[in-house]
């Protein structure tokens, strides 16, 4: 998925139009009228901002501005486009201050589990009737408002989760490309036809809609993933209960609003954040629940698919579930590659983000005759990297809560048991003044260490000695894992050999493990990386579908 680097993107437009939001939802009854809208033109990926534009540097300085206005506003529930109150509260939290309020979120109990599912079949009944032109009119509207307002939302997910300008505008892009790419696919699916015509018949392939599905996004791409698997979801003919993330329940929040602004009908996305094992397990287990999509752990994504297995008294479906989890993704640098493209994309892989994404480099596994040198050069290369508040610095921001740097540092002292630390491996700045971490790398690390086989989810990075191209192979391919990789080599055989055997769902050649494009590169991974769903991708579409052959005899 799409992911700025530590460094300002290469593509560059022009500065963004401003439109700012009042920070306050709607709460007056929103129209049900969609305007029809159609893609115009092929699909093309939003451009990323060049932010060494003054004009443009300032635009963002100014949003960032404006949204410090805005923080601390209290969200309610939406269920069936009615506002609620709950007496539990979820406060989520600046991690560069933790002190401050981002805003504040009522909480949903199992008791409202009943309530969601209940809008969320009302509104099905009649959203499933709705021509796909409208269903996709929706979405290209919400992708327009979302462009308008790209640095307002930037601004948001610096504040909510810690992005740096780079970061937050690449999460804005891909939730525009989300938005746009899924209704062109919606239109495509829409005309699908049998292969062939049986003599004697007129023959139909449709792909209807499951029904109401439980959307349950990560906190890392607040905007994108969360955005992508609603969107998908709603412009099949779906409706969805949205539980997001409880680190990031505003830019969901914010989300929802566009849609109402945009024209959602009551009911079709009903936001309810709250517990995961409150709230979570009653809307999946729900016998009227038809499919869960989630991104997260591992841990989580086989409880969720455990639970989704059960049948309940009433339930006449098996439930789809839709997971995106984990992954340890390892870069292999031959001897023959480029040793400072090698450097720079591991360093962009590893930090981006904190590490903070499931694509992220977690592993380099370098080949013997150039492993004392790449790693002299990635010890020079990771002291450029400056850790600080995102709002000002563009390099690296916070981890998300005090509970994830501590496991961080947790693994950082297992680290020191297992191999040779040779940067970073310390929290910086002092407690009350965020959550921050110095880029970290091991070298000399054992294939079968506890870094080198245990998602971290941070910014910790272990170098792997290799033997031979051979070796480096085994290595790569052995974890549980298998979500992305790369493979820096000049050889043509060697890339060959990688297609068939490098056995990750997302591969590339001399270029970074992280910032996979809509529409370029379908994302999703194998083994306990998930059900390899390829987000942004031509097929994501029929998981979200049923389909339905009807053949009538002709006269």
Avoid at 216 to 236: H, K, Q, R, Y
Avoid at 295 to 304: D, F, M
Wanted: proline share 5%.
């Amino acid at each position: 998925m799409s992911c700025g680097a530590l460094s300002f993107p290469s593509a560059a437009h022009g500065p963004c139009r401003l439109g700012y939001t009042t920070g306050v939802m709607a709460t007056t009854q929103i129209s049900t009228i969609i305007l029809p809208r159609s893609p115009k033109g092929k699909f093309r990926n939003e451009p990323f901002t060049d932010f060494h534009d003054s004009d443009t540097a300032h635009a963002i300085e100014h949003a960032l501005a404006h949204v410090a206005e805005l923080l601390g506003h209290e969200y309610q529930l939406i269920i069936g486009g009615e506002r609620l109150r709950t007496a539990d509260k979820i406060e989520s939290l600046n991690p560069t201050r933790p002190a401050q309020v981002v805003g504040i979120h009522q909480k949903a109990g199992a008791e409202h589990a009943e309530l969601a599912m209940q809008a969320a079949l009302k509104a099905f009944e009649s959203w499933k009737r709705v021509a796909v032109e409208e269903r996709v009119s929706l979405l290209l509207r919400a992708a327009e408002i979302i462009r308008e307002r790209k640095f307002e939302f930037c601004a948001w997910l610096t504040y909510e989760v810690g992005k740096n300008w780079a970061e937050a505008d690449a999460d804005v892009a891909e939730t525009i490309d989300f938005l746009e790419f899924y209704a062109r696919e919606a239109l495509r699916l829409s005309r699908a036809t049998t292969p062939i015509q049986y003599p004697g018949e007129r023959n139909e392939l449709l792909y209807i809609p499951l029904g109401v599905g439980a959307v349950i996004p990560p906190w890392n791409f607040p905007f994108a993933i969360m955005a992508g698997m609603t969107a998908a979801s709603i412009v099949c003919g779906n409706t969805v209960v949205l539980k997001p993330s409880s680190d990031s329940p505003t830019i969901a929040a914010r989300f929802v609003d566009v849609l109402e602004e945009a024209g959602m009908p009551p009911g079709v996305v009903n936001f309810c954040p709250g517990s995961g094992s409150t709230f979570g397990n009653a809307i999946v287990e729900h016998p009227q629940t038809r499919f869960i999509a989630f991104t997260g752990s591992k841990a989580v994504g086989l409880e969720i698919h455990g639970r989704a297995a059960q049948t309940r008294p009433g339930q006449i479906w098996v439930k789809r579930t839709i997971l995106e989890m984990g992954g340890k993704d390892s870069i292999i640098v031959c001897a023959d590659a480029d040793l400072d493209s090698a450097v720079d994309g591991v360093v962009a892989s590893a930090f981006g983000f904190s590490g903070q994404k499931c694509s992220a480099c977690s592993r380099a596994i370098v080949e013997d005759d150039i492993y004392d040198l790449f790693v002299e050069r990635i010890i020079e290369r990771v002291k450029s990297i400056k850790v600080g508040d995102p709002v000002t610095n563009l390099s690296m921001g916070p981890v998300i809560n005090k509970a994830a740097l501590e496991s961080m540092l947790g693994y950082i002292e297992m680290g020191k048991a297992e191999s040779r630390l040779i940067a970073g491996g310390h929290a910086v700045g002092t407690t009350g003044l965020g959550y921050f971490l110095e880029p970290t790398i091991f070298a000399d690390v054992r294939p079968d260490a506890k870094i080198s086989q245990e998602e971290i989810f941070g910014p910790v990075l272990a170098i792997i000695r290799a033997r031979n191209f051979d070796d480096a192979l085994k290595i790569a391919n052995d974890t549980e894992y298998g979500l992305t990789g790369a493979l820096y080599s000049n050889s043509r055989e060697r890339m060959e050999r990688a297609r068939q055997e490098f056995h990750v769902g997302n591969l590339y050649f001399n270029r970074k493990c992280t910032g996979a494009m809509v529409g370029a590169h379908p994302f999703g991974g194998f083994n306990m990386s998930g059900t390899d769903s390829k987000a942004g991708g031509p097929d994501y579409l029929y998981l979200f579908t049923q389909a339905k052959s009807v053949a009538e005899k002709l006269p």
